[in-house]
């Protein structure tokens, strides 16, 4: 139990363009959800938590009209890359919280590689 | 604010080797510690996970211990070999509605 995925795994678009993914919680649901980015050679830093039914709340220095997070129900999370350039080409994870064996625990999606040509 | 740093960020040791892998946090007030194994371009494998109220956790040739007052984990690989050669991150779990925070990461080459 307690699955996260991620969609898509891998996606290239042209610089301009918006880009949507998506984070599934499947087994279980998650009141909220996080979104990590990880830069070549780098450690993941936490973007942002994405809360059911209300705003996300940015990491100082993540721009909110840059990056756009949509947790619209308790199962699904979506960030939305908009007018994507280069610099945004990274490796993007996100994660939840689900109880297991009596613990809370926070499980990790298997990642979304971005590049913006 | 949690801060997590890995020492050493790359690691070089021959096949066969014992190795221990260090993680330290400046705030003892955490849920959990986990460490994960990335290969590049992959997402994350979780490899040991320890709740705050444990002292180490074992799985095959890795075993992983915390000492919360110190603000410690490590992480012990026994006869390394070539298929251990990943970054190796530990994150920490402050637990709630809270992040998990990475550390810096370990670059571990296992040498045929």
């Known amino acids: 139990g307690a699955v996260v995925s991620q969609h898509p795994s891998r996606v290239i678009c042209k610089s301009g363009t918006s880009v949507k993914i998506e984070c599934r919680s499947l087994?279980?649901?998650?009141?909220?959800m996080f979104w990590y980015r990880q830069f070549p050679k780098q450690s993941l830093m936490l973007m942002a938590t994405?809360?059911?039914?209300?705003?996300?709340?940015?990491e100082q220095g993540v721009e909110k009209d840059k990056f756009l997070i949509n947790h619209a129900s308790l199962t699904l999370s979506t960030l939305t890359v908009t007018s994507a350039h280069p610099e945004d080409s990274s490796f993007y994870i996100c994660?939840?919280?689900?109880?297991?064996?009596?613990?809370?625990?926070?499980?990790f999606g298997p990642g979304t590689r971005l590049t913006v040509l | 604010k949690q801060e997590v740093t890995q020492i050493p960020a790359a690691l070089s040791v021959p096949e066969g080797e014992n190795l221990v892998l260090n993680c330290s946090f400046t705030?003892?007030?955490?849920?959990?510690l986990q460490w994960f194994r990335q290969d590049p371009g992959k997402g994350l494998t979780s490899l040991l996970l320890?709740?705050?109220?444990?002292r180490e956790q074992t799985s095959g040739r890795l075993n992983a211990s915390l000492d919360k007052s110190s603000g410690r984990s490590t992480l012990y690989i026994a006869a390394s070999q070539p298929g251990d050669s990943a970054t190796y991150l530990c994150?920490?779990?402050?637990?709630?509605?809270?992040?998990?925070?990475f550390g810096t990461g370990t670059k571990l080459q296992v040498i045929p």
């Open positions: 994660s939840a919280r689900a109880w297991r064996h009596s613990y809370n625990e926070q499980f």
């Open positions: 087994d279980f649901q998650a009141t909220t």
């Open positions: 994405s809360n059911e039914g209300s705003k996300a709340t940015y």
């Open positions: 705030d003892s007030a955490i849920y959990n």
């Open positions: 320890i709740q705050s109220s444990q």
């Open positions: 994150a920490v779990d402050s637990g709630g509605y809270q992040k998990v925070t």
